[in-house]
């Protein structure tokens, strides 16, 4: 997923099951986009918000695919 396509408030799912797993979060969960931080549109990293689970900070969006 490109990194300039995530946007606060977009619906996501783990890109990559593995990360998903050892955060104890089930691999089809959807979370949600809280913020973005980056410059000139583009979100060097992200913050999601799954239900349950405490707000990941600063993850790469690329660790994440949106749902359309």
Do not use: S
């Given at each position: 997923m490109a990194s300039a396509t995530?946007?606060?408030g977009d619906q996501v799912v783990f890109e990559r099951?593995?990360?998903a797993?050892?955060?104890g979060?089930?691999?089809h969960a959807r979370?949600?986009?809280v913020s973005?931080?980056?410059q000139g549109g583009r979100?060097?990293?992200i913050d999601v918000k799954f239900e349950g689970h405490e707000t990941l900070k600063r993850y790469l969006p690329?660790?994440?695919r949106r749902v359309r």
């Open positions: 995530v946007m606060r099951l593995d990360v797993e050892v955060l979060i089930w691999r979370g949600r986009v973005t931080h980056g979100a060097q990293t690329d660790l994440f």
